[in-house]
């Protein structure tokens, strides 16, 4: 027979199902709150200061989920899932955050009114699936896009991309880690530098483009302004 009763920790917290899940809602909500004012072009600097005093202005979300010294599992879980996603594709750790955070904020309202968390999944799970055949549907490639115009004919080796898609795409992304100015700055400059390196010849698509190949150099003397791409060795 089956033991009925176990002994527990008696300094343990027992807490109902609802109060956890509860809990870890208002974690999600939480986290989810401090980095929403990061979000797009718009969005404000946070000061990270260190344990030496250091000091640190970034709106990047991959920064600050890194910097950040989260304690509850669920919002620790959210802040790994949005830095993978920062490792994969390079952009989107806050949208990531503010999107789950969000799901579950809507998904309280109706889990206090009784419906089954079960029952909340399923519809998530099908919204998923729209969601991917929608960007299918509304996916632009860069392959696809319009001929580039005389000026990106030289060359010939990236002929086949539209150069005025990809500085849009790059400083669409920067523009939301950085000041408006630094990041057109910056846009030819990355471009360039993916440009530089990319590998035709390789069967692979996804795998053209080699990023280990590219080198930042912090040159401490230099102001941010004077940024520069050089296609070659530098010494320093």
Do not use: C, W
């Amino acid at each position: 027979m089956a033991q009925s009763l176990h002994s527990i920790n008696a300094k343990a917290d027992v807490i109902s199902s609802l109060h956890a899940l509860a809990a870890n809602i208002s974690a999600a909500k939480g986290i989810m709150n401090v980095l929403k004012t990061n979000l797009g072009p718009r969005g404000t600097l946070k000061m990270l200061v260190g344990g030496a005093g250091q000091i640190k202005l970034t709106k990047d979300g991959n920064v600050l989920l890194k910097e950040m010294q989260i304690q509850h599992p669920t919002a620790a879980l959210i802040a790994r899932t949005a830095v993978a996603q920062d490792d994969v594709t390079g952009d989107g750790t806050t949208s990531v955050v503010l999107l789950a955070g969000e799901l579950l904020r809507q998904s309280e309202r109706y889990v206090t009114e009784g419906l089954h968390p079960r029952i909340l999944v399923e519809g998530l799970e099908l919204a998923r699936d729209e969601t991917m055949k929608f960007l299918d549907d509304a996916r632009i490639l860069v392959s696809d896009a319009s001929a580039p115009t005389s000026s990106e004919q030289k060359d010939d080796r990236n002929a086949d991309l539209n150069r005025e898609l990809l500085r849009q795409i790059a400083r669409t992304s920067l523009r939301t880690k950085l000041n408006d100015e630094l990041a057109d700055h910056l846009t030819d400059i990355v471009v360039d530098a993916v440009l530089t390196v990319r590998n035709t010849t390789h069967p692979n698509l996804d795998s053209q483009v080699d990023l280990h190949m590219i080198e930042i150099m912090i040159m401490e003397h230099k102001s941010e302004f004077d940024t520069m791409l050089v296609r070659g060795l530098v010494l320093d």
